[in-house]
């Protein structure tokens, strides 16, 4: 039995769950997701704790029991309290701003790069620490939009500039060292 499927989800208070076969709603003060999951895998709703259980012991249907419940308590977590991801911006002229709620970053290219946010994220911009918060509800979406920001100028490995998740260690390469002494005498 996996350890992580057979924990049951408790359900806070706000959000409502409703189960309709395979299909999942959940609607809470952030926003509202709905999903549809494997009919070998059983999702039932009891006194305010979700539990999931599998139908076999196939492995298929073992792969899905873990990954199932994971996504549902990610589904409760991002419509009660919501995601947030931070991206750092390293590197001189590379800055961030905010035009309305459209994200503009200028990273060195010959125009600046704007983002304009799907539907439940949201961008906040520290200017003095270069920092750009992205939030939201839906824990892949949010997760998918911040890896395609990264992208536009990942971190270089000699001097670090781009743009790095706050935290993220920089595999850094020594470079140059400079001339030998392999010359004429």
Known sequence: MSRIGRMPITVPAGVEVSINGTDVSVKGPKGQLARSFSPEITIELQEGHI??????DAPSVRALHGTTRAVLQNMVTGVSTGFSKILEIDGVGYRAEMDGPTLVLYLGFSHPVRI?????ISFEVDTKTRQVKISGYNVEVLGQLTADIRKIRPPEPYKGKGIHYLGEKIRRKAGKA?????GKK
């Open 51 to 56: 539990n999931v259980q599998r139908s076999s």
């Open 116 to 120: 304009d946010p799907p539907e439940g």
């Open 178 to 182: 400079g001339k030998g002494k392999t």
